[in-house]
């Protein structure tokens, strides 16, 4: 006996509506998924590569950084021309003010001469010339190390407080340059030719007098002594208005000065020979300035060697 078997019966064929909505899903699914690939993409380029965001990075610092550096020199440049100008116009004035404050105090000079008739007034002029001067000197060394000033009397008060202070001092200094210069001028006098015992000369017919060989040498000498009473004449005034010690070791510490401090002397020599060269040159000068200028420069000189004390 056969067995029969039956065939399996086919599985029913999907309807339409569902076809349709399978698809429908398909196709929202595939646009989602574009959707989103799109999204990834476009971030993607918005944000870049590391390498490249690094690049715009540095890129950006770099060119802040030259704005910056730009922006820096120019501002410093532009103090700095500022700071220029200001030194400038600051030392013009202050050259300005020197030229005056010495001009008025060579007319309180003048004054304070003729005030003692001029045989007693001259040498406590240049005393209170240089008291003054001093007191310049140390306000202005005060300025400078940032310290505050006393208040000062006026330039006319100061001046002849200072005459009046010095006035027998000032001739006790003057009559031993007096008698030094009048010891110079007898031996410049015997040496260009006057007869020991007379008063004429050889350039009035009368005989000169024979010093030999040591004609030159006694020349020599003569010249030493001169040059060394002139520096003496001028440097022994800023000693004596800063120290009130005795006369004797007044004199005494003007010359070791001058021994001991070579170069301050040459510097001294100098400015002793530019003002006569300067006051023959140009004669207007003289009654503009006249000894106050080289005072001035030779309390300089001294102030700035270090000698002085500050106080």
């Known amino acids: 006996m056969t067995a029969l078997h039956s065939a399996p019966s086919p599985a029913p064929a999907p309807s339409a509506a569902a076809a349709i909505a399978a698809a429908r899903k398909e196709g929202a699914a595939a646009r989602a998924e574009g ?3 799109a999204k990834d993409a476009e971030t993607t380029k918005g944000a870049g590569s590391p390498a490249s965001a690094g690049r715009s990075e540095s890129a950006g610092r770099s060119e802040s950084a030259g704005r910056s550096e730009s922006a820096g020199r120019s501002e410093s440049t532009e103090p700095g ?8 116009v600051r030392w013009h004035m202050g050259l300005g003010e020197l030229g005056l404050r010495l001009f008025l105090l060579h007319l309180l000079w003048i004054a304070g001469t003729l005030a003692g008739l001029v ?14 001067l001093r007191e310049d000197l140390r306000e202005a060394a005060r300025e400078r190390a940032g310290e505050d000033t006393p208040p000062r009397p006026g330039l006319w008060r100061a001046f002849w407080s200072a005459w009046r202070a010095e006035l027998g001092r000032a001739n006790r200094i003057g009559a031993v340059l007096v008698l030094g210069w009048a010891v110079i001028a007898l031996d410049r006098w015997i040496l260009t030719g006057a007869v020991v015992g007379g008063s004429s000369t050889a350039a009035d017919g009368g005989v000169a007098l024979d010093l030999g060989a040591a004609a030159p040498w006694i020349s020599g000498v003569v010249v030493a002594l001169t040059i060394v009473t002139a520096l003496l004449s001028i440097v022994v005034w800023p000693l004596a208005a800063h120290f009130d010690d005795p006369l004797p070791r007044i004199w005494r510490m003007t010359l070791s000065l001058l021994v001991t401090r070579l170069p301050l002397t040459l510097s001294i020599a100098a400015v002793l020979m530019a003002s006569v060269w300067v006051w023959q040159s140009i004669p207007g000068l003289v009654p503009v300035f006249g000894l106050a200028l080289p005072f001035w420069a030779v309390s300089m000189l001294i102030w700035r060697s270090g000698v002085l004390p500050r106080t």
């Open 35 to 37: 959707t989103g690939r």
């Open 81 to 88: 021309g500022r700071r220029l100008t200001a030194g400038l």
């Open 119 to 132: 045989v007693a007034g001259l040498f406590p002029a240049t005393a209170a010339v240089h008291a003054v």
